[in-house]
């Protein structure tokens, strides 16, 4: 059963959705729903790992980082 939802959102907001819906072409109420079904669901999220992600996936893993102090370091010694 769908039930109809009225929204109170800023004109620039809905004119800027509505033209991301056209272009993808799907319906502002399709995008919606996608969007709430998305960040109500309980699982992973539904997205696949790219190549390029899954091949840097663990690189820095034995890079001998100690972890954030390492980075303030370097971070202090670049800009200090």
Do not use: N, W
Not at 9 to 38: N, W
């Amino acid at each position: 059963m769908q039930t109809k939802l009225t929204l109170r959102l800023d004109d620039r907001l809905i004119a800027r959705a509505k033209d991301h819906a056209r272009d993808t072409g799907k319906s502002l109420s399709q995008i919606v729903a996608e969007y709430f079904s998305a960040i109500t669901s309980r699982g992973q999220p539904d997205c696949t790992q790219t190549p390029t992600v899954a091949g840097l996936r663990g690189v820095l893993k034995d890079a001998g980082l100690a972890g954030l102090s390492d980075y303030h370091a370097h971070l202090e010694d670049k800009h200090l």
